[in-house]
């Protein structure tokens, strides 16, 4: 059981430093990712992924990076920025009658 209380906590921590980061790029940055198209939101998620990869394969240390775990917290936040989208879909259809 204590390893399930870790993985939990180690969740609840990753969450956390998630959150907090799109709270300080939506500072600078507003809610721009609600203007695009869910298909942008997955080329963006689909970028991250390559770039990951890159890195993995990459012998040489990048010339300019933020690292991996970088990459790793934007494709979660994308997908959460998804993930609203899609409700928003869904709600909205189901407002119009759509579903």
Do not use: C
């Not at 939990?8 to 990753?14: F, G, M």
């Not at 939506?26 to 942008?40: E, F, I, K, P, Q």
């Amino acid at each position: 059981m204590s390893q399930e209380r870790n993985t939990l906590e180690e969740y609840d921590e990753i969450l956390k430093e998630i959150r907090e980061l799109m709270i300080a790029k939506n500072a600078d940055y507003g809610d721009s990712w609600r203007t695009m198209r869910l298909s942008s939101i997955t080329d963006q998620i689909l970028v991250k992924a390559y770039r990951i990869r890159s890195l993995e394969e990459s012998k040489e240390p990048p010339k300019v990076s933020e690292g991996i775990e970088s990459e790793y917290r934007d494709i979660l936040n994308y997908s959460i920025f998804a993930l609203i989208k899609l409700r928003e879909t869904k709600a909205h259809s189901a407002d119009h009658g759509d579903l």
